[in-house]
């Protein structure tokens, strides 16, 4: 599967199926919580976070993948990603696209 954030795949013809898209809420546990509160102090990276956030982005992409798959894509074009705070400590993760066809194949 084709991963693009193009509307187009170079020398190809698509024919496009429909919107997919794939999405998580994440939250880091309350002692990880407490220890990022006292780094905001210091300063630096918040590494759990920085974790929570690329295993949402999986996740996310994963779902979406599936869905494109369960359509017949060869390819998601035009892929987005999305993040909106849900509450403390807690994050949505959406990905989204277009599924294609490649049909000159």
Do not use: C, H, W
Request: aromatic share 8%; proline share 1%.
């Amino acid at each position: 599967m084709y991963l693009l954030t193009t509307e187009f795949i170079p020398g190809e013809e698509i024919q496009a199926l429909g919107l997919v898209k794939g999405s998580t809420i994440q939250t880091v546990n309350a002692f990880k919580d407490i220890g990022a509160s006292f780094k905001t102090i210091v300063g630096g990276e918040l590494r759990n976070y920085t974790q929570m956030m690329d295993e949402a982005r999986r996740i996310a992409t994963d779902r979406m993948v599936f869905e494109a798959q369960s359509l017949g894509a060869d390819a998601i074009v035009g892929v987005r990603y999305a993040t909106s705070a849900i509450m403390a400590s807690a994050a949505e993760v959406m990905a989204y696209g277009t599924a294609v066809k490649i049909i000159n194949r």
